[in-house]
């Protein structure tokens, strides 16, 4: 079964530092989304691409984030420098033209 | 923006007990209602969706009830089993674009044997 794929699924990074997750979605889904999800609370929209462009990324804190997907493929974002307000699960979900999103494992960063 | 409200926090049942959850949203334009279930340092799954032209939807145990004039929707699980608990969430999409969605606070479901 086609999943996305995720990496870290773990990460530990000091405060200021800087920091990259890696997403690989189902093959051939064209919409690609970051989601932050804090403990204890509901998944929310960091960003989402349609192919290589942004089409939302009212929520992103642009002045420490920054996500790409260069080739409509995979996906990056990073965070610089970190601080410890960013700990949380960082998921990516993918879709095929407004069809259903589907999660990746996540990965957990804790910022120390 | 959109809203949504889910309850309860916490559902214990016993096994083979029905189990419900509600969740409220506040856009009326919102069109598609998917449910996740997040087992523990897991991403979410889905579990069922329904969308605005539809009251009902069934699969095997779980179903799913929309009403678009009180604007809720809940979640029904019958004949619940351990393997049931997990942290449920609800969530709406306000536009076409369904896969931006706006999360309930999640349901955390424990199924006693």
């Known amino acids: 079964e086609a999943e996305v794929a995720q990496s870290p699924r773990y990460k530990i990074t000091e405060k200021s530092q800087a920091v990259a997750f890696w997403c690989d979605p189902i093959?051939?889904?064209?919409?690609l989304y970051w989601y932050r999800q804090i403990l204890g609370q509901g998944p929310e929209l960091l960003v989402q691409f349609q192919d290589e462009s942004v089409v939302d990324d009212s929520q992103l804190p642009k002045d420490r984030f920054s996500a790409e997907r260069l080739k409509g493929v995979d996906s990056t974002l990073k965070i610089q420098p970190a601080e410890l307000g960013d700990s949380a699960m960082y998921l990516c979900?993918?879709?095929?033209?407004?069809?259903?999103?589907?999660f990746g494992q996540g990965t957990r960063l804790t910022v120390v | 923006g959109e809203n949504v409200e889910q309850h309860p926090s916490t559902l214990s049942v016993q096994e083979g007990d029905s189990a419900v959850i509600k969740c409220t949203y506040s856009d009326s334009a919102s069109n598609y209602f998917p449910w996740y279930k997040q087992e523990l340092g897991k991403g979410p799954q889905l579990i069922i969706d329904i969308r605005s032209n539809v009251g009902e939807k069934k699969d095997q145990r779980i179903a799913v009830t929309l009403n678009k004039t009180a604007k809720h929707f809940s979640l029904h699980i019958t004949e619940t089993q351990p393997e049931d608990s997990a942290v449920y969430f609800c969530a709406a999409s306000p536009s076409s674009n369904t896969g931006k969605l706006i999360f309930g606070q999640g349901t955390t479901l424990q199924v006693k044997p």
């Open positions: 093959s051939g889904h064209a919409t």
């Open positions: 979900a993918s879709s095929f033209h407004n069809t259903e999103a589907f």
